[in-house]
């Protein structure tokens, strides 16, 4: 079985993240994107501006160790033609393949001029 437009926009994020491609992770989004986190909005106005801030946070994530991150779940919540809610398991990796950081987020993928994206993410990442 295929998958839901919006978990394949999710796992292209996540082999965008991994290969740190910061072009392409941004092409994963629609914009303006939009996260929460740290009980935080963030709301990014395009992707030249999303990969210039994941450029810059590239450092920040190798020196906590990280190596690769792992969908490990994804579960459509709700979905319609052009809006899919989804509920992901993320784990971070270290080097040794040692799980670091495991966390829930809540993403909402649009399909918008044609393109299944990002929107929106909620994670409870630490």
Known sequence: MA???GIAA?????DAFNAQDHERLAGTLNYPHVRLANNQYRTVGSAEDFATGSRNGESRLRGEGWDHTVLESAEVVHEGDDKVH???VMARYDKDGK??????TFWI?????GKWGIRFRSSFLR
Request: charged share 25%; hydrophobic share 50%; net charge negative.
């Open 3 to 5: 998958d839901n437009p």
């Open 10 to 14: 999710a796992r292209a994020f996540v």
């Open 86 to 88: 989804l509920a992901l």
């Open 99 to 104: 799980v670091y950081n495991r966390f829930d």
């Open 109 to 113: 993928a649009t399909l918008e001029n």
